[in-house]
């Protein structure tokens, strides 16, 4: 099957957005009760939203919207036309629950095709799908765009890590689709298995996203894994993968425009941001039949850049997600996002890029510990190499965050590890 058309001019591709902004506006207004009310408490006529500057007039949409209507509460469509529920689980109270029409999983699986496509992905690859298959998106919605592309798949969801080396060599495996934290880790259980993951598979393309990772953890996993890594972005609320990915220039993922309009706000006023400023992403799904939603405040983190690109795709780009406005920690009453301390500890000499962010407090103050792994490679028994190696890492931390936090270096494969989503930050401070 083939992908339709998306290379468009910048022109079109706005014209059809706009096109696509006042069918959603009449459809949700039409099918929603939940959006029907809130244009109207708002006092909005649904022909008062044209262009992307009326959407400010528009409430924003959270998150506790989708908790407050479990299960079904925000469909804008009649049940019987639902054809697939997912789930995202919540750490309280009811999960999200994100229902698809059949035309929203076709329009789904064309936007992963795209982004497989853009990452040079083609139809003779083999993919490897190691996110996990159920309730989470990443699985399924990576599995189909894989289909649509005409690639071989093969669904191995998470976990039983020497089957998927067992995999990925007797089958062939070229492209493989997992959280970047797992692919650090098949590196390890790799070497385990007497494979050297980069020389002995012949992973062509890495997928990687759903968690928070840097370019030097971009590098380790080229070095160690496959030859090109690339980010992609989802949300399920949004669909789930596949609502941006980088392109081969690797600066920036082109986030579908033609299915999503983004806006960067200022996450304390709620103030739309011009181009090129860091703030929360807000995303209005413009194709989404069962479930649109409009202005919905991703609490990810990212710059908008609606500049060319080199690779000739007209569509904007957002940079790495930078953080997450709720995984934000607060520690001595200084905002500390974990990404800045994967930055440092990815890019030192000495560790592994397996770590782990405790918070607790000492007496009323908070106090901020991070556990590295020693590497492998670095081998020494004199304890001033190790405690040379600690005070390095403690001044970075403190220049970057502005605070002071501990070191502990311990010993290679101790800290957890995690098939899917990295679980990195441990909170202990009483509320
Ligand atoms: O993680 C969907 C997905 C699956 C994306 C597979 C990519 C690949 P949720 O479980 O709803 O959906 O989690 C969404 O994960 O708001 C971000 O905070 C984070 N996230 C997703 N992709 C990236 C990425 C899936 N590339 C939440 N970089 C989002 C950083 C990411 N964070």
Known sequence: MSLKPYRLPRDELMKLQKDRLGALIAHVYGGSQFYHKRLRDAGIRPEEIRTKDDLKKIPFTTKMDLRDNYPLGM???????????????????????????QGDIDAWAEMNARCLEIAGVISNDVVQVAYGYGLFTGGLGLHYGAERLGTKVIPASTGNTKRQLKLMKDLGTTVLACTPSYGLFLIEAAREEGLEAKKDLHLRVGVFGAEPWSEITRRRLEEGLVESAYDIYGMSELNGPGVAMECRSKNGLHIWEDQYIVEI??????????????????????????????????????????????CGLTYARIKRILGRTDDMLKVRGICVFPSQIEEILTGAEGVSPHYQIVVDQEGVMDRLLVRVEISEDFKTDKLTELVALQRRLEEELKETLSINASIEIVEPKTLPRSEGKAQRIVDMRKV
């Open 75 to 101: 469909i804008s469509v009649d049940i019987s036309r639902l054809v697939r529920m997912h789930a995202s689980s919540g750490t309280t109270g009811n999960p999200t629950i994100v229902a698809y029409t």
């Open 265 to 310: 706000i200022d996450p304390n006023t709620g103030e739309v941001l011009e181009s090129g400023e860091k703030g929360e992403m807000v995303v209005t799904t413009i194709t989404k039949e069962g479930m649109p939603l409009l202005r919905y405040r991703t609490r990810d983190i990212t710059i908008l850049d609606d500049a060319a690109c080199e």
